[in-house]
């Protein structure tokens, strides 16, 4: 599933925007489908426009019937009737998405663990300073077991001690839910934690819910969030064809 919202704040109608010939929300489509992981591949939208969009590109979509503030919700509404276990929600902004990343969150399902597990997502080591500090990059902090402890758009933990070296991961838009866990939440009622970072997995861990976390290794994944993120975006496209 991926949900697709067309009036983003940070960048409104980012996914219709061009992306080396095609449009963010086709390509992040076409990247998911290319994995051949899954029976079949959803957009989720309230948009007119990228639902004809997806259409036309030879793609399925799904129209939200009620309005949702996040993806998570968007996606419980479709999936609500559907005999399914597991529910793998992959951004519209992510069309770098590969293979082996969302094997990595897959694979998570198939540890000694798994019984633990309520949804599994995906990490990768951050290496610039300025995104760690950038609100628009969500830094995440796990245990020992790679279970989340927190989400945050702050640097965390904070570096009091700049002696103690520390890694910092963001959090990557790839989620694989248990049915379950993905209705819980869609019944649940927003809590503070979440309305205060707008991060929608932080309303999980508000209700006891376990995410474990894999980590991706891997380059040039990036997330088009801002106009920059789309140029740079774009930079690695071209440089793919060449």
């Known amino acids: 599933m991926i949900p697709a ?6 960048f409104p109608g980012k996914l219709m925007q061009d992306l080396g010939g095609k449009s963010v929300i086709v390509r992040t489509y076409q990247a998911t489908k290319a994995t051949q992981l899954f029976d079949e ?8 426009i990228i639902f004809n969009e997806i259409q036309t590109n030879g793609g ?34 992510e069309p770098f998405t590969t293979k082996e990343d969302l094997e990595k969150v897959l694979n998570l399902f198939e540890d000694e663990d798994a019984d633990q597990i309520d949804l599994a997502s995906l990490m990768t080591k951050m290496t610039d300073w300025n995104e760690v500090n950038d609100p628009n990059f969500v830094k995440v902090i796990v245990n020992k077991d790679n279970y989340a402890l927190y989400f945050s758009r702050s640097p965390i933990p904070y570096p009091r001690d700049r002696s103690i070296p520390m890694e910092y991961y963001e959090h990557k838009g790839i989620y694989a839910f248990r049915k379950q866990a993905l209705m819980d939440f869609y019944r ?23 995410i474990k976390l894999a980590i991706s290794n891997t380059n040039n994944a990036i997330e088009i969030d801002t ?13 793919s064809k060449e």
């Open 188 to 210: 649940w009622p927003m809590r503070n934690l979440e309305a205060s970072e707008k991060i929608e997995c932080l309303r999980y861990l508000e209700y006891g819910k376990n």
């Open 60 to 93: 399925i979509a799904i129209k939200s019937i009620k309005q949702h503030e996040c993806g998570s919700d968007r996606i419980a509404e479709a999936i609500e009737n559907m005999d399914v276990d597991i529910v793998v929600n992959v951004q519209g902004d």
């Open 5 to 10: 919202r067309y009036a983003a704040t940070r």
């Open 41 to 48: 591949v959803y957009v989720v939208t309230d948009s007119d």
């Open 227 to 239: 106009p920059e993120d789309l140029l740079k975006a774009n930079k690695v496209m071209k440089g």
